[in-house]
């Protein structure tokens, strides 16, 4: 695989030519870069999640954190009055893999609930799509109801359940803007001017929306003020705005439940983190140049829960908990897990490697420093008062 893929470059060099003023934001050049139908990152070749992809995810550890989610989607279940019907919606499936941990953990543990449920995946890779179809053949064999559904085509109002997603929100396409003489300015990107091996450079100008300066408005934020130097750079994702309008559109009853590294708007927006939180991902190398490996990267920002809590309130979506991964894995049963590894049938070298595998779940350095985010629509108030098993936090084990 070359660095760059030319034919995404060209793409993306026709755009700034034909834009206005010779430049684009940042959000439609990442846009690009991830999402061309063609091109695009996830898109263009299949894209190898795990150990020798790029990056891997909770799922790409085995099948404990699908088999613990399955375990508080049941949960849900039963806070809703067990509906004959429960509606469980993944957004950015992967390869499959959590899809499957989950159906497999339910038909052996929870068949009545198997029954009910109609999986949902929601994907906009084709090549994703097809390995997940390969991954989860055996269950549409099974005659359990799994669907591959774009919102657009999901009724309104139409689903009760659970709607959740694992490191999703990170690769929405972001704004970057910036400090410029105690102004709010946004940084675009146009084609180089310099005789080099880069294809795109950043110029700054006013912002392109007045959505930008309104967002830290509603979070809360004083940005830009005289406590920020100038300079100072960040990122705002807008994209969560339409997101949590379908969400909550086709969402008549239950919960959202997102899953990702992030920070809430005080944290997010410290003095400190003045260059942002973009990072790009090339076998898992993580760097924070966006115009390397150009249609062959990764790249991802980390959420602000503090915006997805705000913004949900205007649709409907009540914030109900928040906690990190570790815990909310504990308080599932991980710990659970680990004190049995010593009274299995297990040789010494895979009680390593399960160890090893449940350790980096809850790694608060890691995938244990992970935002658990739930919300939910339509809840009586007996149902809100129900604190689910997941956000009753559990101590690690000593």
């Excluded at 067990?82 to 499959?96: N, Q, T």
């Excluded at 004083?222 to 705002?236: A, C, K, L």
């Excluded at 490697?353 to 992970?370: A, E, K, N, T």
Aim: proline letters at 4%; glycine letters at 8%; hydrophobic letters at 35%.
């Amino acid at each position: 695989m070359s660095e760059n893929n030319p034919q995404l470059v060209q793409i993306i060099q026709d755009r700034i030519h034909n834009s206005s003023g010779q430049k684009i934001t940042f959000a439609e050049y990442m846009d690009l870069v991830l999402y061309h139908p063609q091109q695009g990152y996830y898109n263009a070749h299949d894209i190898n999640i795990g150990k020798s992809g790029d990056f891997f995810t909770s799922s790409s550890l085995g099948s404990d954190f699908g088999e613990l989610l399955a375990q508080q989607f049941v949960e849900m279940w039963e806070v809703l009055g067990k509906p004959v019907s429960f509606d469980l919606v993944e957004m950015g499936a992967g390869k499959g893999e959590l899809a499957n941990d989950i159906l497999n953990y339910l038909s052996q543990h929870y068949p009545k609930f198997l029954n009910v449920i109609h999986y949902h995946i929601i994907e906009q890779s084709p090549s994703l799509i097809e390995q997940q179809e390969a991954k989860l053949k055996s269950w549409q064999e099974k005659e359990v109801n799994i669907s591959w559904d774009d919102w657009e085509n999901i009724p309104e109002a139409s689903l009760t359940g659970c709607i959740f997603s694992n490191e999703l929100v990170d690769a929405f396409p972001v704004h970057r803007v910036q400090i410029k003489e105690g102004k709010l300015k946004e940084i675009y990107v146009t084609i180089s001017s310099e005789q080099d091996s880069s294809f795109f450079q950043e110029v700054l100008d006013d912002i392109s929306t007045d959505e930008l300066s309104d967002y830290f408005s509603k979070i809360g934020v004083n940005f830009p003020s005289s406590r920020y130097e100038d300079g100072y750079q960040t990122e705002v994702n807008l994209e969560i705005i339409p997101w949590l309008n379908q969400v909550s559109r086709c969402l008549k009853k239950g919960y959202l439940l997102t899953i990702d590294y992030g920070y809430f708007a005080e944290k997010y927006y410290d003095l400190q983190r003045s260059s942002g939180t973009l990072q790009c991902y090339y076998q898992h190398q993580r760097h924070n140049n966006p115009y390397y490996y150009i249609g062959n990267q990764d790249i991802t920002t980390h959420v602000d829960f503090t915006a997805l809590q705000t913004y949900g309130k205007q649709v409907n979506l009540k914030p109900l908990n928040f906690t990190r991964q570790a815990l909310f894995l504990m308080a599932l049963g991980l710990g659970n897990r680990l004190n049995q590894l010593s009274q299995g049938h297990f040789n010494a070298m895979q009680i390593l490697q399960r160890r090893d595998s449940l350790h980096q779940l809850i790694d608060p350095m890691g995938l244990g420093g992970f935002g658990v985010l739930l919300q939910g629509k339509a809840l009586t108030e007996g149902e809100i008062e129900q604190t689910l098993q997941g956000f009753q936090e559990t101590p690690f084990p000593s």
